[in-house]
């Protein structure tokens, strides 16, 4: 039964790895001021389907489109985003373009299904290795946005709650 149990904390760890990595993305650009946005639209870096959403303003997390390559806007089918998996499967590139996704998606999501098995395994029950597991989350990405002045704001409020909860749990 102990290994089942790290086996789910460890698929969790994964899902909320590549949510991470969507919010690695989305974030810095959703809360960009007007210099960042102008220098993303004139980037000859950054692809046109890109430029399209960041002119729009409708790349964000609370209305969000479906998973995508910023490369050339191809959107990922269900197999193609999976885990940890779908990175090895199509060898760290996209499948239309063959643009490089990059190690740090992988290592995202690596390190967290890592982190949320050890606190599975060390800390038994569910509400400790919750906590600590989406305070760990919460951390990479706001050590991922710190440049960003609006979203650092609002990421402070929110890690004071998850501190507070933190603590909470491990009195409990």
């Known amino acids: 039964m102990q290994y089942y149990e790290i086996g789910t904390w460890a698929v969790l760890g994964l899902i ?10 989305r974030l810095p650009l959703q ?8 220098h993303l639209l004139t980037s000859p870096e950054t692809s046109t389907f890109l430029k399209q959403y ?13 998973s995508f390559c910023f490369s050339c806007g191809h959107q990922l089918r269900w197999f193609e985003n999976i885990p940890l998996f779908s990175y090895l499967m199509c060898g760290g590139h996209c499948r239309k373009c063959n ?17 949320y098995a050890v606190m599975g395994w060390f800390l038994h029950g569910w ?18 946005c710190w440049n960003c002045q609006q979203l650092r704001k609002t990421l402070f409020f929110a890690g004071a709650i ?3 909860l933190n603590f909470g749990a491990y009195s409990y």
């Open 54 to 66: 960041i002119r729009d303003q409708t790349l964000s997390l609370y209305n969000p489109a479906r």
């Open 99 to 115: 643009a490089a996704i990059g190690i740090k998606t992988i290592s995202t999501e690596a390190l967290h299904g890592l982190w």
């Open 16 to 25: 909320t790895g590549s949510f991470v990595n969507v919010c690695l993305e």
């Open 127 to 144: 509400i400790l290795p919750l906590t600590f597991s989406i305070t760990f989350s919460f951390l990479w990405i706001l050590g991922h």
């Open 162 to 164: 998850l501190l507070i």
């Open 31 to 38: 809360f960009a001021d007007k210099e960042k946005r102008s």
